[in-house]
């Protein structure tokens, strides 16, 4: 299930970095935390994923604190064609896993 | 990178008649998939969970006699929308996991999304 809370809206300046942050205080041990992004009447995108470090790739860099409660996505060089609406999900990944979407926040990147 | 891809994009049809979407892991095989429903200004909500070979599993409230999955190779999935109504009009998207030889070893299966498929019920 979602239950992670994230910001309903943010707005970012092209070019600059875009920080999403992701509450989930009820993380479990074995759970990860997933970031996807969907762009209007698209499907969803895989952005990013992490258990325990911080992880980087070419799209995104994931920020976990310590205690694993929240977390931060960080688009460092938005551009306009990354406005969309960001989930940040928690779950197991496992076999019997199913990927379970909250209400995301809208990212506008405005030029 | 790994492929998802639905059929039609989109689909118009009357009240009353029945709709197929297709939904094709192309370059990996997926034991499972997932079908999404998603209103306007809303969030997806999952559906249904496909098994190649064995009865769908679906979520709470979404009726499996209006809602038909047949998912019956390792890379296709059909959501058949019986006798649609205006009700039914959504953006449906399918997603498979990508469980080929050599995945979930570190204990995750990527799942990855179909572009999604525009329904209107006249």
């Known amino acids: 299930d979602a239950k992670t809370t994230q910001p309903p809206s943010m707005d970012c300046a092209e070019g600059r970095a875009a920080n999403l942050p992701c509450n989930h205080s009820?993380?479990?041990?074995?759970?990860?935390v997933y970031w996807y992004r969907q762009i209007h009447s698209q499907g969803p995108q895989y952005i990013i994923h992490?258990?325990?470090n911080n992880e980087t790739n070419e799209m995104a860099s994931l920020i976990i604190t310590e205690d694993r409660k929240s977390s931060t996505l960080i688009l460092p060089h938005a551009t306009l064609r990354d406005t969309a609406v960001y989930y940040c999900?928690?779950?197991?990944?496992?076999?019997?896993?199913?990927?379970?979407f909250g209400k995301g926040t809208l990212l506008t990147v405005n030029p | 990178g790994a492929v998802v891809s639905q059929h039609p994009s989109w689909v118009i049809c009357k009240s009353g008649t029945s709709v197929k979407i297709e939904c094709r892991s192309l370059?990996?095989?997926?034991?499972?998939m997932f079908w999404y429903r998603q209103f306007p200004k809303q969030s997806l909500m999952l559906m249904a969970t496909?098994?190649?070979?064995?009865?769908?599993?679906?979520e709470q409230g979404v009726e499996k006699d209006k809602f038909l999955i047949n998912h019956a190779s390792l890379t296709l999935s059909t959501l058949t929308v019986t006798s649609a109504h205006p009700e039914d009009s959504s953006f449906y998207i399918c997603s498979a996991r990508d469980e080929g030889p050599g995945k979930g070893t570190s204990g995750i299966y990527e799942q990855y999304f179909g572009p999604g498929t525009r329904l209107t019920v006249t």
């Open positions: 999900i928690k779950g197991s990944g496992g076999s019997n896993y199913k990927l379970t």
């Open positions: 370059d990996f095989q997926a034991t499972t």
């Open positions: 992490g258990l325990k």
């Open positions: 009820t993380i479990s041990g074995n759970e990860y």
């Open positions: 496909s098994n190649e070979g064995s009865k769908a599993t679906y």
